[in-house]
C-alpha cells in the first residue's frame, strides 16, 4: 500500500510539473515576444467590437446569441463558436490584452490536457508532453493569439473529448458517464467548426482500438461494446454533412477556396506529398519517413518483405488512424493548400504516428539500433560537435546580422524578401533558425555516441534527437510569429493614438486600403475601431489596387467596398482639401501620392511611417 501512495504522489508531481512547463513554455512565448499586450488587430477584432456594442445595445445576450449565429448560419456552419465567441466577448468586453492573456491560458490548458490523456493510455511522460509541442509549434500557433480562429476552441474541445474517452475506457465504474460526456465534448468539437467533423471517425476508431487493447478483446468485440457510441457519433455527423451539403454547399469560399468541389486524385497526392516534405509546414513527415526506413532497416528479420510486413503489422492501427485524420484535410483544403491554422487538426495525424513509432522503439529499444564503424567513434563523436557548433554559431550570428541572412538566400538561389513586415522578417530568418536547429541535432547525436561508446547507436536515440530538433527549430518559427503578431497590433494601435491625439470627433479620416484580398478586412476593421471606439464618424475610403486587374472587376470590388463604408467614399467627398488624417497602407502610397496630386499638398501634412502602414495628419496651423 506505501509503494502505491508514493506511486500516485510521484504521479501528482509529473501531473503539476508538467502544468507548470506548459504555462512557463506558452508565457515565455507570448510574454517575450509582447503578443499578449498587443492589444486591438485587424484581423476578426473588430467582430468583437460588434458583439460588445450589441450586447451593451440590446441588454439581452440571448437576443445577441440568435442574432449573430443568423448572421453566421448564412454562409458557415460552426454553431459553437459563434457562442463561444458572443460569450468571451460578454466577458471582457472591449479589453483585448485580458483576451489575448485568456487564450494563452487556452493554449496551456489545451496542451496539458492532451498530456494527461497520452499519459492515460500508456504513453511515458516524456512521449506526453512531446505531443502537444508537436502539434502546436508551427504556422498553426496563430489559433492562440489571432481573435476570431475556430481551431482553438476545436482543439480546446478535442482535447477534452480524449480525456473523457481516456477516462471512460479506464474506469471501472461510471463508463456510461463518461461515455456521455466523451460524446457529447466530441459534438462539441464537430460544432465549434467544419473540418472538425470529419475527426469523428478516426475518433470513434481511436475509441475502438484503446478499448481493444485496454479490455484484451478483439477489435470487432471492442465494436460492438462501444456500438451505442459509435452509432451516436456517426449520426451526429451524418446529420452535421447534410447540413453543411443542403444549406452551404461543397464549394467553400471560392474557385481555389477550401471545399469538396473538383475531385482530383492527383492534386491529392500532389498536397499530401507537399505539405510530407515540408520543414516549416508540417514539418514531421521527413522525420516519420527516416524513422520507418531505419526501424525496417534495423530489424533481424532477413529479407526486405519480412521487415516490412513486420513493420505493418506493428504498425498498421496506427497507419489506418492517421489516415483518417490526415486524409480528409487534405481533400478539403487541396485547392487552397494547407497553412496557417489550417494545419490543424491534419497534423494531429503526423504526430500521432511519429509519438506511437517512439512508443515502439522505447519497448523495443535493443532490437532497433545502427552499428558503428568499430574504430575512430572519438572521431565521429568530435566531428558531430564541429559541425554542429559551426551550424549553431553560424545560425546564431546570421539570426544576429539580417544583411548576412539575406546574403544567405541569394547563396542558395532564392529570391530576397524585403523586411518591411514582420512576415518579411520571419522569411529571412528561416535559415538562420534552421541552421540553429540543426547544430541541434548534431550535436545531440555526438553527445549521444560520446556517451555510449558501444559501437552501435539507438534507433530510438536518433528519432528522439530529430524530434528535439524539430521541436528547436519550430519554436523559435513560433516565437518569430508571435513577435510578427506583436509588431502588428503595435503598429496599428500606434495609428490609433494618433488619430486620437491628432483629430476630434468631426474631422475627416480617409483609409486607402486594395477592396481585394489585400486589405479587404483590414481596412473595414479601421473604420470599425474608429467608428466605436474612437468616434470618429467621418471615416471615408479610397478604394485602391496594389495591383491592377480588369477595369469591370475594379469597379465591382470598389463599389461593394464603398458600400461596406456606407458610401462614405473619396468620390462623395466635395471638398478634398477638408481631410485631416489619411491612412495609407504602405504598398499604396506610391500610387496615392501620384493620384492626388491636383488636391493633396504634401507640406500642409506631417507624414509618419510604419511596416503596416504611412499616415498623414494635417499640421495645427493650416
Not at 521527413?286 to 529479407?303: D, F, P
Not at 488512424?321 to 484535410?329: D, K, R
Not at 564541429?386 to 547563396?411: A, E, H, K, P, W
Not at 528561416?430 to 541535432?441: C, D, Q
Request: net charge positive; charged share 20%; proline share 2%.
Amino acid at each position: 500500500m506505501r509503494e502505491k501512495y508514493n506511486l500516485n504522489i510521484s504521479n501528482r508531481y509529473a501531473y503539476v510539473l508538467a502544468f507548470i512547463f506548459f504555462l512557463a513554455f506558452w508565457f515565455s512565448i507570448f510574454i517575450g515576444s509582447g503578443s499578449v499586450f498587443s492589444g486591438y488587430h485587424l484581423t476578426d477584432d473588430h467582430e468583437a467590437i460588434r458583439i460588445h456594442n450589441d450586447i451593451k445595445a440590446q441588454n439581452n445576450i440571448i437576443g445577441v446569441y440568435k442574432k449573430w449565429m443568423k448572421e453566421d448560419f448564412t454562409f458557415r456552419f460552426k454553431p459553437l463558436f459563434v457562442i463561444w465567441r458572443v460569450t468571451e466577448v460578454s466577458v471582457f468586453g472591449d479589453n483585448f490584452n485580458m483576451r489575448l492573456a485568456y487564450r494563452g491560458m487556452l493554449a496551456v490548458f489545451t496542451s496539458f490536457f492532451l498530456f494527461l490523456f497520452f499519459k492515460k493510455i500508456g504513453f511515458s511522460l516524456l512521449e506526453s508532453i512531446l505531443f502537444p509541442l508537436l502539434s502546436f509549434l508551427g504556422p498553426q500557433d496563430t489559433v492562440w493569439w489571432a481573435g476570431g480562429v475556430n481551431e482553438a476552441i476545436s482543439m480546446f474541445f478535442l482535447s477534452l473529448t480524449l480525456i473523457f474517452m481516456a477516462y471512460m475506457i479506464h474506469a471501472k465504474k461510471s463508463r456510461f458517464i463518461y461515455g456521455l460526456l466523451f460524446a457529447l465534448f466530441a459534438i462539441l468539437t464537430s460544432l465549434s467548426k467544419e473540418s472538425f467533423i470529419l475527426m469523428i471517425p478516426a475518433i470513434v476508431f481511436w475509441m475502438v482500438l484503446l478499448y481493444k487493447e485496454n479490455d484484451g478483446v478483439s477489435f470487432f468485440d471492442s465494436v460492438k461494446k462501444n456500438i451505442w457510441l459509435i452509432v451516436i457519433l456517426l449520426l451526429v455527423m451524418s446529420a452535421e454533412l447534410f447540413i453543411v451539403v443542403k444549406w452551404f454547399g461543397t464549394g467553400g469560399y471560392g474557385a481555389h477556396a477550401g471545399g469538396l468541389d473538383g475531385f482530383n486524385p492527383l492534386l491529392y497526392l500532389k498536397t499530401a506529398k507537399d505539405i510530407t516534405l515540408s520543414i516549416s509546414t508540417i514539418g514531421l513527415g521527413l522525420i516519420i519517413i527516416l524513422s520507418v526506413l531505419l526501424v525496417i532497416y534495423s530489424s533481424a528479420e532477413k529479407g526486405l518483405y519480412v521487415r516490412i510486413k513486420k513493420f505493418l503489422g506493428s504498425f498498421h492501427y496506427a497507419i489506418i488512424l492517421s489516415i483518417l485524420i490526415i486524409s480528409p484535410q487534405i481533400v478539403i483544403y487541396a485547392r487552397s493548400g494547407v497553412f496557417g491554422r489550417y494545419i490543424l487538426p491534419l497534423i494531429l495525424g503526423y504526430s500521432i504516428f511519429l509519438l506511437y513509432i517512439i512508443k515502439f522503439l522505447r519497448t523495443n529499444d535493443l532490437q532497433y539500433f545502427i552499428k558503428l564503424p568499430d574504430r575512430d567513434l572519438k572521431m565521429i563523436y568530435l566531428s558531430c560537435g564541429i559541425l554542429g557548433l559551426f551550424l549553431l554559431i553560424t545560425g546564431l550570428v546570421f539570426l544576429y546580422n539580417q544583411d548576412m541572412s539575406r546574403l544567405l538566400f541569394s547563396v542558395l538561389g532564392k529570391s530576397v524578401p524585403g523586411n518591411s513586415t514582420p512576415k518579411e522578417l520571419i522569411d529571412i530568418l528561416k535559415p538562420s533558425i534552421l541552421s540553429i536547429a540543426s547544430g541541434i541535432l548534431i550535436i545531440s547525436f555526438g553527445w549521444i555516441i560520446a556517451k555510449k561508446r558501444a559501437g552501435k547507436l539507438s534507433v530510438l536515440h536518433i528519432v528522439i534527437c530529430l524530434v528535439v530538433a524539430s521541436i528547436s527549430y519550430k519554436t523559435m518559427l513560433t516565437f518569430a510569429d508571435a513577435y510578427g503578431f506583436a509588431m502588428q497590433g503595435k503598429d496599428i494601435n500606434s495609428v490609433f493614438k494618433s488619430v486620437e491625439r491628432h483629430t476630434n470627433d468631426s474631422d475627416m479620416v480617409l483609409i486607402v486600403a486594395d477592396p481585394g484580398v489585400t486589405h479587404n478586412e483590414a481596412g473595414w476593421s479601421i473604420k470599425v475601431y474608429l467608428n466605436q471606439m474612437l468616434k470618429r464618424g467621418n471615416v471615408y475610403v479610397y478604394p485602391m489596387f496594389v495591383k491592377d486587374v480588369d477595369k469591370i472587376e475594379m469597379d465591382r470590388m470598389a463599389g461593394g467596398y464603398e458600400r461596406i463604408f456606407e458610401n462614405k467614399s473619396f468620390s462623395n467627398i466635395e471638398d478634398k482639401t477638408d481631410i485631416n488624417y489619411i491612412i495609407i497602407f504602405r504598398e499604396l502610397e506610391q500610387k496615392f501620392l501620384i493620384s492626388s496630386k491636383d488636391w493633396f499638398n504634401i507640406t500642409h501634412f506631417t507624414r509618419n511611417a510604419n511596416d503596416m502602414s504611412v499616415t498623414y495628419y494635417k499640421k495645427k496651423h493650416i
